[in-house]
């Protein structure tokens, strides 16, 4: 016979799968980032990407081929790609503006494929400086920078 406990641990799993498997379908995931489709090839996507943070001024600082790192740990997926970018103009201005939010600096998307096709997940600027008083200005600033790259990339 089966105890409350047990009946309602089933139940919050079963909650959490649920809650779980809309998120991932509606695309809107739970923790603040966005997440867009590409139109594009993996590769493709990726250099449109890049190209666009550069068109904004910005700099690609480093990329990490997520995908080579998983194939590592001995895990084959599809392609995944971590890009990270800003330009000191903008880590000056938000060092000024509050200097226990350089932690948050560079921003990152990456870009990943999985068998519905090609996407990009980011945070908005704003969102990931909102815990650090006196960003607001640099904060709506970058995120029309980010608008602007994904703009540019959901052509």
């Not at 096709?117 to 006196?134: A, C, D, N």
């Amino acid at each position: 016979m089966k105890t409350k406990k047990q009946i309602s641990k089933k139940a919050m799993l079963i909650l959490a799968l649920v809650t779980t498997t809309v998120s991932f379908a509606q695309m809107k995931p739970m923790d603040g980032s966005k997440i867009v489709m590409s139109k594009y090839s993996f590769s493709e996507t990726v250099d449109m990407v890049k190209s666009a943070i550069e068109d904004q001024n910005l700099m690609v600082i480093s990329e990490i081929d997520g995908q080579k790192m998983m194939r590592m740990a001995g895990k084959q997926t599809k392609g995944m790609q971590q890009i990270f970018f800003m330009h000191p103009k903008y880590m000056r201005k938000v060092i000024e503006a509050n200097k226990m939010a350089a932690i948050q600096i560079p921003l990152k998307l990456i870009v990943m494929e999985n068998e519905n096709g090609v996407m990009i997940r980011y945070f908005m600027p704003s969102t990931i400086l909102k815990q650090y008083e006196g960003t607001e200005a640099v904060a709506g600033e970058l995120d029309g920078l980010v608008s602007n790259i994904i703009a540019e990339v959901k052509k």
